[in-house]
């Protein structure tokens, strides 16, 4: 993981590579008052991944209704810069978008944990970003077969259970990997597979026994998960459980050691920003103010909620307060849990 994030890290020092527009159609929704207008009639949510990714997909979302609870509605553009793992969008922002709110940053959710593994190769700080607000968190899983020996971590501790993964890179690693050298999971992490529709292949046909994975997306696949004839659960990531998933444990509440504890929730910071939503660095308290309380109200609206339900497209929002403290204790987490991540992911 420290690799491949180091070479993501390498590509996002040139910020100037091509921009991908996305038009996005308003909602007809009706206009909040307000004593002040937005001082730009456009704002450009520019994405840190590609057009057809689900970063992408939720902004392009947002940008139907998030206009309506704009004083002034200004129209929204959804813009994607790939690149660098997302990070070359981070430096866009940081040094050279516009900082008179008619631009909004997108991030990556790692954005901040780059800062944190490789601070000598990022061109950003994500102490001085002014956060707005977050539209989803999601929880990163190790998910075994029905068929596997194993239905638990209990079990799990004490029998082998075979995982596939892609490379020592991403959360398909990771998450596997923490589990078994912090929680004492029996893991056998085979690397090489291509990517997740492989290793799913592989899980079909008994060569390998589960993957890790973002939760959500296991559970839009298999709505009826909880029968579990298909897919078993073993173990979540994040600071706080599932309401789906209630009694699936998290990583956090399986590890002892104190040190190693942090060093999951330092892993586990990053759910908690999945869809986040920033303005540029020293853009105007006024606007700033604007964008988050306006973020907020479209949060709760109805007909949003609705659409993403329709779509499977992930919401659980959080506020500029939440997304903000998840960040500075990433940034702010102690060296010596750091040097402990680093040490866990190179075994």
Do not use: C
Not at 5 to 25: D, E, F, L, Q, S
Not at 29 to 56: D, E, F, H, L
Not at 98 to 119: F, H, N, Y
Not at 243 to 269: E, F, N, W
Request: charged share 20%; glycine share 10%; hydrophobic share 40%.
């Amino acid at each position: 993981m420290i690799g491949a994030m180091k070479r993501a890290v390498a590509k996002a020092a040139t910020v100037t590579a091509g921009i991908v527009a996305i038009a996005v159609p308003a909602s007809g929704a009706s206009a909040q008052s307000g004593s002040n207008v937005y001082p730009s009639k456009t704002i450009t949510i520019v994405v840190g991944t590609g057009a057809g990714g689900g970063y992408a997909v939720a902004a392009q979302l947002l940008g139907r209704y998030w206009p309506s609870y704009i004083p002034g509605k200004p129209s929204i553009i959804v813009q994607a810069m790939p690149g660098g793992g997302g990070l070359k969008m981070a430096g866009y922002l940081h040094h050279v978008a516009p900082r008179d709110g008619s631009v909004i940053g997108m991030p990556v959710q790692t954005v901040a944990l780059a800062q944190v593994l490789e601070p000598k190769d990022v061109k950003y700080d994500v102490h001085t970003w002014q956060w707005i607000g977050n539209m989803a968190i999601l929880r990163q899983s190790v998910v075994v077969s029905h068929a596997a020996p194993v239905h638990s971590m209990e079990e799990a501790r004490k029998r082998e259970v075979v995982i596939g993964s892609t490379a020592r890179g991403g959360n398909l690693f990771a998450t596997p990997k923490l589990a078994q050298e912090l929680a004492g999971a029996k893991f056998k992490i085979i690397l090489g597979y291509r990517g997740t529709a492989d290793i799913d292949k592989a899980m079909e046909s008994g060569e390998v026994q589960g993957r890790g994975g973002t939760w959500n997306d296991w559970k839009l696949r298999y709505p009826d998960w909880k029968k579990g004839d298909k897919i078993v659960p073993l173990v979540l990531t994040g600071v706080a459980r599932d309401p789906d998933a209630p009694d699936v444990p998290l990583l956090r509440d399986l590890v002892s050691d104190p040190i190693d504890k942090q060093v999951v929730d330092l892993y586990g910071y990053t759910d908690e920003v999945a869809r986040p939503f920033a303005a540029v660095p020293r853009t105007p308290q006024r606007i700033v103010d604007m964008l988050r309380e306006s973020f907020a109200a479209t949060m709760k609206d109805e007909k949003l909620i609705a659409d993403t339900r329709a779509r499977g497209v992930p919401f659980e929002p959080t506020d500029w307060h939440q997304v903000e403290k998840s960040v500075l204790d990433t940034v702010n987490m102690s060296p010596k849990v750091v040097a402990r991540m680093r040490e866990v992911l190179a075994r």
